[in-house]
């Protein structure tokens, strides 16, 4: 029997629906992270997400919560030093001291620290360290270079669309790059943010669904190798704009051995060579 003395559940969206019958299994698989926990346990739970919260209203364990507001570890403005990240126990970092500071970047240094704090494996002063150091896996949002203006983005590890979501919902402007192999989800629900998409390049298997879902909101190309995405998307990004891979989709029909981290480094060094060939963006 697994028994978690401290656990988070971040959030819960459609994933992984090929494997399971639907999402109230999927729901129920991740509910168990908390389900044989003790009252001296701690179960950590996303303010923002109402099926979340929901859960862990019924924990054995201490139930805390984290988000951007309103939670037991929240982002608040302090004098001076403006957004900080806030404890139960005060206040634990400044984000302007952090490397990484987009939203979800806050999201799960609040879980994190949650998570560690109130396990008694760290204190104030250790988590702000670690804070302050952390760059981030690549993968995830990883900055990959910049020209012209424009800032060039590897989020491969987004096989899903609400991780696809989280990355277009970051950015002010995006040319996105999306697509692959579908793991039965609705990709449509990508195309939520139209006031952010300066333009779509859609790839793999996906590549018409991806291009119906976008129809009629910016400017859509397909492309059939990665080098060629990152010229398309290149020609389409404007000076202050964020080109971003974030699939939405696995990687197996491009990528069958290597997965997300091949595509992502396929990605990366096409876009290096890009930027190396001297193309910049207007």
Same mark, same amino acid.
């Given at each position: 029997?697994?028994?978690?003395?401290?656990?988070? *559940?971040?959030n819960?969206?459609?994933?992984?629906?090929?494997?399971?019958?639907? +999402?109230?299994?999927?729901?129920?698989?991740? #509910?168990?992270?908390?389900?044989?926990?003790?009252?001296?346990?701690?179960?950590?739970?996303?303010?923002?997400?109402?099926?979340?919260?929901?859960?862990?209203?019924?924990?054995?364990?201490?139930?805390?919560?984290?988000?951007?507001?309103?939670?037991? $570890? %929240?982002?608040?403005?302090?004098?001076?030093?403006?957004?900080?990240?806030?404890?139960?126990?005060?206040?634990l970092?400044?984000?302007?001291?952090? %490397?990484?500071?987009?939203?979800?970047?806050?999201?799960?240094?609040?879980?994190?620290?949650?998570?560690?704090? =109130?396990?008694?494996?760290?204190?104030?002063?250790?988590?702000?360290?670690?804070?302050?150091?952390?760059?981030?896996?690549?993968?995830?949002?990883?900055?990959?270079?910049?020209?012209?203006?424009? =800032? *060039? $983005?590897?989020?491969?590890?987004?096989?899903?669309?609400?991780?696809?979501?989280?990355?277009?919902?970051?950015?002010?402007?995006?040319?996105?790059?999306?697509?692959? %192999?579908?793991?039965?989800?609705?990709?449509?629900? +990508?195309?939520?943010?139209? =006031?952010?998409?300066?333009?779509?390049?859609?790839?793999?298997?996906?590549?018409?669904?991806?291009?119906?879902?976008?129809?009629?909101?910016?400017?859509?190309? %397909? #492309?059939?190798?990665?080098?060629?995405a990152?010229?398309?998307?290149?020609?389409?990004?404007?000076?202050?704009?964020?080109?971003?891979?974030?699939?939405?989709?696995?990687?197996?029909? *491009? $990528?069958?051995?290597?997965g997300y981290p #091949?595509?992502?480094?396929d990605?990366?060094?096409?876009?290096?060579? $890009? +930027?190396?060939?001297?193309?910049?963006?207007?």
């Amino acid at each position: 029997m697994f028994r978690a003395e401290a656990a988070a *559940w971040l959030n819960l969206a459609p994933d992984h629906l090929n494997w399971h019958v639907d +999402l109230a299994s999927y729901e129920a698989a991740k #509910a168990r992270i908390w389900m044989h926990q003790r009252p001296d346990d701690v179960a950590i739970g996303f303010a923002n997400d109402p099926t979340v919260m929901r859960h862990l209203e019924g924990v054995r364990g201490r139930g805390l919560s984290f988000g951007l507001s309103g939670a037991d $570890y %929240r982002c608040e403005r302090l004098p001076v030093v403006g957004g900080a990240l806030v404890g139960p126990r005060g206040t634990l970092c400044s984000v302007d001291e952090m %490397r990484r500071s987009l939203p979800h970047d806050i999201t799960n240094a609040l879980a994190a620290a949650a998570l560690v704090e =109130q396990s008694g494996l760290a204190g104030t002063a250790a988590i702000a360290t670690a804070l302050r150091s952390f760059v981030g896996p690549p993968h995830r949002i990883e900055p990959v270079g910049q020209g012209g203006g424009v =800032q *060039w $983005y590897n989020d491969s590890k987004a096989t899903t669309p609400h991780a696809a979501l989280t990355a277009i919902r970051a950015f002010n402007s995006v040319v996105l790059i999306a697509g692959g %192999r579908n793991k039965g989800l609705d990709l449509a629900s +990508l195309a939520t943010e139209p =006031q952010r998409m300066r333009g779509v390049v859609a790839i793999g298997e996906s590549s018409d669904i991806i291009a119906n879902a976008f129809a009629g909101m910016c400017p859509i190309q %397909r #492309a059939t190798s990665m080098r060629e995405a990152v010229e398309i998307a290149g020609s389409m990004a404007r000076s202050g704009d964020a080109v971003v891979l974030s699939p939405g989709c696995a990687s197996f029909d *491009w $990528y069958p051995d290597g997965g997300y981290p #091949a595509r992502g480094d396929d990605y990366r060094e096409c876009v290096h060579a $890009y +930027l190396g060939e001297g193309r910049v963006t207007q």
